[in-house]
């Protein structure tokens, strides 16, 4: 250590140094982080365990095929993810639809009632859901109508009110009239995809976030947007053309080992074979790895952070010989399907159709062997679309993501933290820090842009355009 480094301030850049930024983990939080720093001027390296980035969100090689490691899907409302499509120039191959329309087949219904939709018009709010409501087969007329009221009574939820999060989603649905049936064929149908956890095991705030959000805010906000690429082709190879262009030092493979701040308040980021020094990092990476890289006394309580579960998703990979399902994915009740999407363009393949099964709170799977989940859920699929009867399965292969989110559990909002430490110079980003949302795409982004205004307040820097964005979305 030097007598210059040690008389400079926080915003070095203004004594001739450029100011230079670490951000530890290259998923959606610390890539976005890495562009919002980039962007105001300052100096970036992004460094990432893994030979990729994109963290949870990614594809792999398989036979051929490009394969993601698990389905993933964004709403209208989710306006940080968009903001990341736009900034990687992305938006375009994972567009939004129209209109909301999810197509729900019942395995277990009479003939002709088989298929329900849940979709929206164009009236104003909670209006433009009341047509898809009322036509909805999966439930009685009582429960339908018990449902609007219960939707109501969540629309006047105050979200800032830290009771809700105590409480279970379960036990407030119960309390509002509704019955197990309606739980599963509507409110589980949405929130165990969204929260990854059934309504018993949710806390009511992040339920409430996600059903005000979604589905009470403005008609579109529930619209469904996803991937026709593969994942990494966002995530990884777009992700690191911007990060290349805003001049960020991208470095894969490189395990952060620990960090530490000099007494004059620079810090030292330690990895294999380097010694990085910053005035700035962010720390972007999963909740247990950033209770090991903390140094003492970022936090006033850093065990919190490993009281924050994990929560696991399964996907189920089919390839068929022939075209099985003519919709680009649908939802299923009445049979442990969950939900299913058509992945054969974005897969590459060029013969026969490739469905992807995607199966949230899945912890009585997540250990299943791959033989077992072909007998249970091969006839399954049977059941649901009679053209895979007739059809020759020419793989059959799943993808375990057994951290795939937080456990949205009723109190895991106040072991969450801000992006904010107690260290100067130190901030927190990912999806499991305290963005208000459920371990989505979305959180990340708002957390890695959280972590960026925090450190570019701190440094003295004007604050992007992008910042007033998110607060008037919020
Ligand atoms: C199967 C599956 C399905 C999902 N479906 C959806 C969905 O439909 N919609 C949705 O919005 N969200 C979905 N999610 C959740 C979403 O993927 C995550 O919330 C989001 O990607 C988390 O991003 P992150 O940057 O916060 O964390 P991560 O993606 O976990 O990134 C952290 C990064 O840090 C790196 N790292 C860790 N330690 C170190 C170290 N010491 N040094 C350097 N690097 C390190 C890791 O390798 C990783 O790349 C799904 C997740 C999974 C797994």
């Known amino acids: 250590m030097n007598d210059t480094t040690q008389d400079e301030g926080p915003d070095a850049g203004s004594q001739g140094r450029p100011t230079t930024a670490v951000v530890v983990g290259g998923g959606l939080a610390g890539t976005t982080a890495a562009l919002a720093l980039a962007d105001a001027g300052i100096r970036v390296t992004l460094l990432e365990g893994r030979p990729r980035l994109g963290g949870l969100a990614f594809s792999f090689q398989r036979d051929g095929l490009t394969v993601d490691n698990g389905q993933h899907v964004y709403l209208r409302c989710c306006t940080a993810y968009r903001w990341f499509l736009d ?15 999810v197509p729900v087949l019942d395995a277990e219904a009479p003939a002709g009632r088989r298929l329900g939709r849940i979709g929206r018009t164009a009236l104003p709010v909670p209006l433009h859901l009341a047509r898809s409501l009322a036509t909805y087969p999966h439930l009685s007329l009582a429960e339908r109508a018990k449902v609007g009221r219960a939707a109501l009574a ?17 036990s407030w649905l119960a309390a509002h009239g509704q019955s197990e049936r309606t739980i599963e064929a509507l409110w589980d149908l949405v929130g165990v995809a969204t929260l ?9 705030g992040l339920a409430a976030m996600v059903f005000k959000t979604g589905l009470l805010s403005d008609p579109g906000a529930a619209d469904i947007g996803w991937a026709r690429v593969p994942l990494g082709e966002l995530h990884d190879r777009l992700a690191r ?31 294999p074979g380097e010694t990085l020094d910053a005035d700035t990092v962010v720390l972007a990476v999963p909740q247990r790895e950033a209770h090991d890289l903390l140094p003492a006394g970022a936090l006033d309580a850093p065990e919190r952070l490993l009281e924050i579960g994990t929560a696991p998703i399964l996907n189920i990979h089919v390839v068929y010989d022939r075209k099985v399902l003519s919709r680009p994915f649908f939802a299923a009740l009445g049979s442990p399907v969950q939900w299913v999407f058509d992945r054969t363009e974005a897969s590459g393949l060029k013969e026969g159709q490739y469905l992807a099964l995607s199966q949230s709170a899945a912890q ?13 859920y091969l006839p399954e699929l049977e059941r649901l679309l009679p053209h895979t009867r007739d059809a020759e399965v020419r793989d059959f292969f799943v993808t375990r993501e057994r951290t795939a989110t937080f456990a949205p559990t009723p109190g895991v909002g ?8 107690k260290a100067p110079g130190l901030y927190l980003a990912g999806a499991w820090t305290a963005t208000g949302w459920p371990a989505t795409m979305e959180s990340a982004v708002r957390s890695g842009v959280s972590a960026a205004d ?11 355009h992008l910042f007033e964005l998110f607060e008037e979305a919020a």
């Open 87 to 101: 900034r990687v120039e992305g938006a375009a191959l994972a567009p939004l639809q129209d209109r909301l329309d």
């Open 154 to 170: 969540l629309k006047g939820l105050d979200l800032a009110d830290p009771a809700l999060d105590a409480q279970s989603f379960g």
């Open 196 to 204: 990854n956890a059934v309504a018993g095991d949710s806390s009511l």
């Open 241 to 271: 053309k911007a990060l290349d262009s805003a001049g960020v030092r991208t470095e894969v493979r490189t395990r952060v080992t620990s960090i530490s701040q000099h007494e004059n308040g620079r810090w030292s980021v330690q990895v």
């Open 364 to 376: 009585d799977e997540i250990d299943t062997p791959v033989a077992a989940l072909r007998e249970r």
């Open 414 to 421: 106040r072991l969450r933290p801000g992006a904010r430490t």
């Open 454 to 464: 925090a450190a570019l307040t701190a440094l003295g820097r004007p604050r992007d």
